[in-house]
Nanobody, 122 residues
C-alpha cells in the first residue's frame, strides 16, 4: 500500500495560480499512476488529471485542459498539480490517488489522500 498526503490548497481569486502537491510514502511510488480528482459540494467526484509512472502519458479533463499541468518527481515521491487561470468553478476539495495500472476512472484508484480545499472567488 501507499499513503498519500495533499497540500497547497487555499483561498484564491479568479485568475490566480496555485500549485498542489501530493507526497507519497514507500519505496514503490514509481510503480503507480497518480491522478488528481476534485469534488465540489453537492456534486460527484470528478477526474481532473493523471500521469503515468514514467510521466510519458498524461490526461486532462476538458474543464482544466490548457490551464492545469500535472507533473511528478519520482525521486521526491511527489506529484504536482499546477493550476493557472483559476475560475470559481474550480472550487472543490482536491484529492490525489494512486493506481497500479493506468486509468482515469476513480473507481479503479485504490489509494487516496485526505484532500485539500481550494476556494476561488470572483
Amino acid at each position: 500500500q501507499v499513503q498519500l498526503v495533499e497540500s497547497g490548497g487555499g483561498l484564491m481569486q479568479a485568475g490566480d495560480s496555485l500549485r498542489l502537491s501530493c507526497a507519497a510514502s514507500g519505496r514503490t511510488f514509481n510503480r503507480y499512476t497518480v491522478g488528481w480528482f476534485r469534488q465540489a459540494p453537492g456534486k460527484e467526484r470528478e477526474f481532473a488529471a493523471s500521469i503515468s509512472r514514467d510521466a510519458l502519458t498524461v490526461n486532462y479533463a476538458n474543464s482544466v485542459k490548457g490551464r492545469f499541468t500535472i507533473s511528478r518527481d519520482n525521486a521526491k515521491n511527489t506529484v504536482y498539480l499546477q493550476m493557472n487561470s483559476l475560475k470559481p468553478d474550480d472550487t472543490a476539495v482536491y484529492y490525489c490517488a494512486a493506481v497500479s495500472g493506468y486509468s482515469i476512472d476513480p473507481d479503479r484508484y485504490a489509494y487516496w489522500g485526505q484532500g485539500t480545499q481550494v476556494t476561488v472567488s470572483s
